[in-house]
């Protein structure tokens, strides 16, 4: 984002004072892990005190997308298991399905069929994380929270700009144009750098921030080997989430791969069909999880 984007943005979101935040106990868990003398049993401990918190976090890491040979029965038991780096990404990614409430009407656009999208999107990136192997990915669940929050710019728009999100979405399907192309003609910028603003603002690891600024448009960021594969993955699994037609985003378009990511992942055409069946399987569970009325 150069410096006029971001004075842009800064002019039309300037007058919002209630920017979600994470919740309190996120922040807490992040001081808890800069403390090396922190314990498995401490951390797990202290995200207890959020039931809703710790439910959706068990629901995530019992589902058949982690396929433990044995159920996870408490929060502890998943650092012990998962590893604490993981545990927060999870914490993050179970933490923001709530942070956004309805706006109301809108024009071909709801949030539960943009959290199944998202939850299809992050799904498939931990699917693709674990092909790709370790020497690539060393942590899936970081894949699957990225995936899970590529989007969450278009949220902001949703809550904030309603009216000029409407019209992106009416530009889009009366002019049969991607979303990002549809929000470059109306507003001059797009949801990846709405996306960035608020993930600056949230303090997330660079790697989110990235993936959030560049999943439509890889080409445009040369970064750090290892967050470009995680870049790579997302862009991957978003296009993958669309042909599925899992949910909805917004946009109905299914772009083509970015041929960068397509070398940086290394994955052959064969094994494309067996990552969207895998996909398939594996996000409807997790929708079921998630976004039940008593998730």
Known sequence: ???????KIESVIQDIHHLPTLPVIYSRLK???????????????????????????????NSALFSFPKRI????????????????????????????????????????????HSLAVAACSRIIAKKVGIMKVKDP??????????????????????????KVLKTTA????????????N????????????????NLPLPFIEIISYHNTPILKNIDGTIFVLLAIVHLANILAKALNIGFSGDPFVTPLDELCWKALGINEN???????????????????????NA
């Open 31 to 61: 001081k808890l892990l800069a403390d090396p003398r922190s314990t498995a049993k401490e951390i797990g401990a202290m995200l207890e005190e959020d039931q809703a918190l710790t439910t959706r976090i068990l629901k995530i890491v």
């Open 174 to 185: 009366e002019e049969q144009i991607p979303y990002i192309q549809a929000e470059e003609k």
């Open 141 to 166: 669940e970081e894949a699957f929270t990225a995936g899970l929050i590529h989007d969450i710019g278009k949220l902001i728009s949703d809550q904030f700009m309603h009216d000029t999100f409407i």
């Open 73 to 116: 029965s408490s929060v502890p038991h998943a650092v012990v298991i998962l590893g604490i780096k993981e545990i927060k990404h999870i914490t993050l990614a179970a933490s923001v399905v709530d942070l956004f409430p309805e706006v109301g009407s809108t024009y071909n656009f709801n949030h539960k069929a943009f959290w199944e």
């Open 1 to 7: 984002m150069d410096a006029f984007q971001r004075k």
């Open 187 to 202: 507003i001059g910028f797009t949801h990846q750098d709405i996306g960035r603003f608020l993930a600056e603002k949230w």
């Open 271 to 293: 094994q494309i069909q067996l990552i969207m069946d895998e996909t398939k399987e594996n996000s409807q569970e997790l929708i079921e999880l998630l976004l039940t009325a």
